[in-house]
Structure formats: structure tokens, C-alpha cells
């Protein structure tokens, strides 16, 4: 089988897509049931954290246990990584070891370059640009929730960062369109995506209006992992970019409210529409597992 990686959405097609939303909810309805599911048995996969995790770690470590294999688990503090170990011998030595590599790292120059030196699938666990593993899980739940997302409109309120310039690699491949709304100076960067239909995304300056009929609201942290010194500038920016109750009213009436967490009540959401019957973000969280173990399967021993 030819060397797949995972370090953008836009690396898989839908048709791809398509056998992996099927996949996890077989893989899911498993789990759910107790029943045993063991396709990597003496598989081993590698997870890289560079930034902090909570969910990223927990749903790979215990999908991976329960697909019948194990993990390595390394941080930059407590690796050659950490100490200037040139990022491609890093990759030669690991891969010779393990199955797959999952890495979470700050720039994608850097996922790119352990890639392109390893000999095993590598996944992207978050970078500053991008956050697939965490788009897979949110339209795996759209769908589970309201089916299927094609012709929808996603509105994304807030910073421009790795999870918006994802979802517009979702919306051209998947064939839905996100409303973007963010604060000026923290646009989404399409030429950074490589989007190539524009019509996929559109731009509103007042977030309300981003919102008005759209069929899934979501945002994320206004500061993300790396960008800590710019937070007070960025509270002050973002200050009109809190998805509340009037903002989701704005919204269809059974749009979803989405956010990949970890959340911050009173900043980029209110604790109302957080906690709030619109609101899946337990059922995203959960499902970053199971869309996660599809993904493992499909990489070492594509469809099944
Ligand atoms: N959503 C997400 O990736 O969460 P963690 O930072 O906890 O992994
Ligand atoms: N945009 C956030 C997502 C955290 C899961 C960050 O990069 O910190």
C-alpha cells in the first residue's frame, strides 16, 4: 500500500471521507456495545506534543489501546526533540519503530519535514495552520445529528486560525459553504489552504450576520496555543466575537453549536449557549475517538 499521510484535510477525497463517517459509526456502535475490535493488534503508534492536549491525547491513546495496539507517548521536554535533534532524524529513527506517528507541533513546516522522512503514515494532531483530526470528529457529529452536510452553512465566528482555515478546506472538498467572521487583522487565509473555489467560504464583517440562517454556528479561543503574548491585545479585539443566545438566534432553529474546546465561558461563548440545548460539544469531543480510530485503521490497512 502506498505511504498515506493525514496533515491536511484536503489529503483525503470525499469519496474517502465518505468510507470513513460510515466507518466510525461502525467503529463507534463497537465500542457502544462492548464488543472487541482489534484490527492493529501489535501495532504501535507514536504521539508527539510539542503544545499542551487534553482530548488530542486521551482519544488516540485509548482508541489506539482499543484497536488492539499500544503507544509511545514524547513531548518535547522529555526528547532529543526538545534538545535540537534535527527534525528528519527524528523522523528516520522513530519510523523505524513504530506504525504511526501523530504530531502535534507549532509550525506545519515542521509536521511537513517529519513526513517527508518517515517511512509511516504521520497524522496531523495540530499545527498553527491547520486541525483536521478535529474538523473529521465535527462533521462526523453534523452528520450523526442533522446527516449530511453538503449545502449547509457553517459559521465561523471569531480568530482566522487552524481550525477556520480547515474548515474551509472541508467546505471546497465536501461541498458546503462557511460564513467567516472575524475581527480585521485575524482574517482566514484561503491562499494558505490552497483554496481554489471561492464560492466555498464568504466574509462578513459583523458576526451576526454570519449567523443568519446558517445550519452549525461554531468558534474557538480567541488566543490560540503559541499566540499567549498577544492576549490582551486580542481581548480587546475580539470583544464582539462571543457566540451568545442572540447570536444563535440568528442562526436556523435547529442549528448546532460546535466548539473544539477547551472553551473559555464569557469570552469567545456564553456559558448559556456552552451549556445550552444547541449545543454538542461533549458528542464532538467523544466522537474525535472514534472518528480517530477510522482514521488509524484506514491509514495502515486502508478500506476494509
Ligand atoms: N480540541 C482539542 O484538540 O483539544 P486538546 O487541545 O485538549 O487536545
Ligand atoms: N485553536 C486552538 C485549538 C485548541 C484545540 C489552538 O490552536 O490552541
Known sequence: ??????????????????????????????????????????????????????????????????????????????SQMGRAEPIADSARVISRMVDLVMIRTYEQSKLEAFAAHSRVPVINGLTNEFHPCQILADIFTYIEQRGSIQGRVVAWVGDGNNMANTWLQAAELLGFTVHVSTPSGYEVKPELAGIVNPACYRVFQDPHAACAGADLVTTDVWTSMGFEAENEVRRAAFARWCVDAD???????????????????????SAEVLDGPQSVVWDEAENRMHVQKALLEFLLLGQL
Do not use: W
Open 1 to 78: 500500500m502506498r505511504l498515506k499521510h493525514y496533515l491536511q484535510f484536503k489529503d483525503l477525497s470525499a469519496a474517502e471521507y465518505s468510507y470513513l463517517f460510515e466507518r466510525a459509526a461502525l467503529i463507534k456502535k463497537k465500542f457502544k456495545t462492548y464488543e472487541k475490535h482489534h484490527p492493529l493488534a501489535d501495532r504501535t503508534l507514536a504521539l508527539i506534543f510539542e503544545k499542551a492536549s487534553t482530548r488530542t491525547r486521551v482519544s488516540f491513546e485509548a482508541g489506539m489501546y482499543q484497536l488492539g495496539g499500544s503507544v509511545v507517548h514524547l513531548t518535547s521536554g522529555d
Open 247 to 269: 447570536m444563535l438566534r440568528a442562526a436556523q432553529p435547529n442549528a448546532l453549536f460546535m466548539h473544539c474546546l477547551p472553551a473559555h465561558r464569557g469570552e469567545e461563548v
